[in-house]
Nanobody, 121 residues
Framework: QVQLVESGGGLVQAGGSLRLSCIVR????????MAWHRQAPWNQRELVAS???????DYSDSVKGRFTISRDNANSTVYLQMNTLKPDDTAVYYC???????????????WGQGILVAVTS
């Protein structure tokens, strides 16, 4: 069984930094698109950052220049470095991974359980 394990969230003051990690546990043949989404109270889930298997990254306008997504394919991990955090960044952050899993080989899309990031003013 393949699952995502997120870590790194917490409470931080405005202007501070946090780094989220998401490890893919299980038998993976290849990693495809990896991304971070977030959902604030009373809002819809939104895409924050994404990374293709070719290393092409994309960011929402609200986090450009402040957040950086990176991936370590050898260790099946995706990161989100968040700098200059603002109260508006407060949300539950979800890791998303598209992958080919092994035994049997098939395409899957996985979501993490969500991790809270709270930014105080």
């Amino acid at each position: 069984q393949v699952q995502l394990v997120e870590s790194g969230g917490g409470l931080v003051q405005a202007g501070g930094s946090l780094r989220l990690s998401c490890i893919v546990r299980g038998r993976i043949y290849s990693l495809k698109r990896m991304a971070w989404h977030r959902q604030a109270p009373w809002n819809q889930r939104e895409l924050v950052a994404s990374s293709t298997s070719e290393g092409i990254t994309d960011y929402s306008d609200s986090v450009k220049g402040r957040f950086t997504i990176s991936r370590d394919n050898a260790n099946s991990t995706v990161y989100l470095q968040m700098n200059t955090l603002k109260p508006d960044d407060t949300a539950v952050y979800y890791c998303f991974v598209a992958a080919i899993v092994a035994d049997p080989y098939k395409y899957v899309e996985l979501w993490g359980q969500g991790i809270l990031v709270a930014v105080t003013s």
